[in-house]
């Protein structure tokens, strides 16, 4: 099993930036895809940006130009780095561990954008 456990969210307004971070413990294996979802109240769970064990990355439409992903794979840690952040990234934000069917979640952390 793995376990993640995420930091970072916040209160920010604006225009302002926050950086997540999760870090991944137990059975990691060498390739793997890590990344991170949100989910606003009433609202479906949906990508933000996953990254391979190899580097290549994936973004939502809504972030791209505005949020990075990054890893260290020797840490097994991905981080997410939001700039310009807009009231509408308000949301809970979840890292994901995936590896051949197998998945897991952590146990997400609060981003509120105010105006």
């Known amino acids: 099993q793995v376990q993640l456990v995420e930091s970072g969210g916040g209160l920010v307004q604006a225009g302002g930036s926050l950086r997540l971070s999760c870090a991944a413990s137990?059975?990691?294996?060498?390739?793997?895809?890590m990344g991170w979802y949100r989910q606003a109240p009433g609202k479906q769970r949906d990508l933000v940006a996953t990254m391979t064990s190899s580097g290549s990355t994936n973004y939502a439409d809504s972030v791209k130009g505005r949020f990075t992903i990054s890893r260290n794979n020797a840490k097994n840690t991905v981080d997410l780095q939001m700039n310009s952040l807009k009231p509408d990234d308000t949301a809970v934000y979840y890292c994901?561990?995936?590896?051949?069917?197998?998945?897991?979640w952590g146990q997400g952390t609060q981003v509120t954008v105010s105006s």
């Open positions: 994901r561990f995936n590896f051949a069917g197998y998945s897991a």
């Open positions: 137990g059975r990691i294996s060498r390739l793997n895809v």
